[in-house]
């Protein structure tokens, strides 16, 4: 299986400010048809799971522009130019790419 | 406006089986993949199973193979999870989650609670 790793697990970050999380993955996530199906979810207090980006760095609908991804291979990164309130919660990114798709720890992000 | 609702969780003695429902609506569901994703209490997530728009290919993490059978009826806008042979370490909020592209878990149920315990 492929092992997601994510840094850090938590995140004290000022408002306005900006965050970064990091995911690595045991294997390469390149598929055989070139794409990486690497995406990352939000998921709130007590809320279900939010798609925020897919195929890396690609935003859901309705996901606003301060998030944003980059990474390829085996290394990804969120980031989250400037801080909100709303943006408190865990963050999982997720592989698809190989069977069984899995997802990293989650890396709490909350307001210092 | 796309809905998921998840039905038919509850406590089972190990060993037991439940069956879990996942009514969609706000979308046209015969044109979706669909997942089942789980949570233990206070722990992350993990993918447990998914099927084809017509219900054609199923897959499934190792530790469910052979135990869980997910399914779904086009018909009834429903997608199913049989779960036998249940094992305490199957405690956890169950969600179903859709996908038109793949990898992209992009509308998710509330869940139903499993409780595994004697």
């Known amino acids: 299986d492929v092992v997601m790793t994510q840094t850090p697990l938590s995140s004290p970050v000022t408002l306005g400010q900006p965050a970064s999380i990091s995911c690595r993955s045991s294997q ?21 799971p939010r798609l925020l980006l897919y195929k890396i760095s690609n935003r859901f609908s309705g996901v606003p522009d301060r998030f944003s991804g980059s990474g390829a291979g085996t290394d990804f990164t969120l980031k989250i130019s400037r801080v909100e309130a709303e943006d408190v919660g865990v963050y999982y990114c997720m592989q698809a790419t190989q069977f069984p798709w899995t997802f990293g720890q989650g890396t709490k992000v909350e307001i210092k | 406006e796309v809905q998921l609702v998840e039905s038919g969780g509850g406590l089972v003695q190990p060993g037991g089986s439940l069956r879990l429902s996942c009514a969609a609506s706000g979308f046209t569901f015969s044109n979706f993949w669909m997942n089942w994703v789980r949570q233990a209490p206070g722990k992350g997530l993990e993918w447990v199973a998914n099927i084809k728009h017509d219900g054609s290919a199923k897959f499934y993490v190792d530790s469910v193979k052979g135990r869980f059978t997910i399914s779904r009826d086009n018909a009834k806008n429903s997608l199913y999870l049989e779960m036998n042979s249940l094992r305490v370490e199957d405690t956890a909020l169950y969600s179903c989650a859709s996908m038109e592209r793949w990898g992209q878990l992009q509308a998710w149920g509330q ?8």
């Open chain 1, 28 to 48: 390469s996530l390149v598929h055989s048809d070139r794409n990486t199906y690497l995406s990352w979810l939000q998921q709130r207090p007590g809320q279900p």
């Open chain 2, 111 to 118: 869940g139903t609670l499993v409780n595994v315990s004697s």
